[in-house]
């Protein structure tokens, strides 16, 4: 079994001490950016080993898994199990089938139905990856009570209005933790 780099806990346990620690409410706001810091880091952290030592992206490898745990699964199934859109999983699917690592199937009349399950290629990926598979941020948002879940859902809400955040779509596409990079500007001859 692979092992993931270490996330500095005791980065995280000082953190959340100051934390305890802080009354003055102006600090508030700092604090809070350094767990969103913590996060977003160990979700890069784990994006980059996952991609280096696995060639896929997260995404692809939280597919993978979740094939796993229920072979032959719809692409609209598969989708809504991630929290994404078709087209996005679908496109996902694309690639890895490129890759060897599923395999799509017709099986019904409606030739528009096509169910999905992972090759031999794509079961020995699996069995030698880290856990969990299906990414760090999603195993332990999943492992949060509900009422852990609810509050954080509702404040976030409240900081994503502040934010006014417009683009309801990216709310549908995987988390891309390694940015593109940016085109450089063509020199001029």
């Not at 692809?60 to 929290?83: H, R, Y």
């Not at 990414?135 to 994503?160: C, M, Y």
Request: glycine share 2%; with cysteine; aromatic share 4%.
């Amino acid at each position: 079994m692979a092992i993931l780099p270490k996330i500095n806990r005791n980065a995280m346990d000082k953190t959340a001490l100051q934390t305890r620690k802080t009354d003055d409410s102006k600090q508030w706001p700092y604090e809070v950016l350094k767990q969103f810091r913590l996060i977003f880091k160990a979700v890069q952290q784990h994006s980059q080993w996952v991609e280096t030592h696995c060639g896929v992206t997260s995404a692809q490898l939280w597919a993978l898994w979740e094939l796993s745990k229920t072979p032959g699964l719809k692409v609209t199934e598969l989708a809504k199990t991630m929290s994404i859109h078709h087209s996005t999983a679908s496109n996902m699917l694309d690639k890895l089938a490129k890759k060897g690592l599923i395999l799509r199937e017709r099986v019904s009349e409606d030739q528009r139905v096509v169910t999905v399950t992972l090759t031999q290629e794509g079961i020995e990926l699996l069995n030698q990856v880290p856990t969990p598979p299906q990414g760090i941020l999603q195993h332990a948002l999943f492992d949060l009570p509900e009422n852990v879940l609810k509050s954080l859902a509702k404040n976030l809400d409240v900081l994503v209005q502040e934010m006014k955040i417009k683009d309801d779509e990216a709310a549908m596409l995987p988390i891309n933790a390694l940015p593109k990079k940016p085109l450089s500007p063509r020199k001029k001859a």
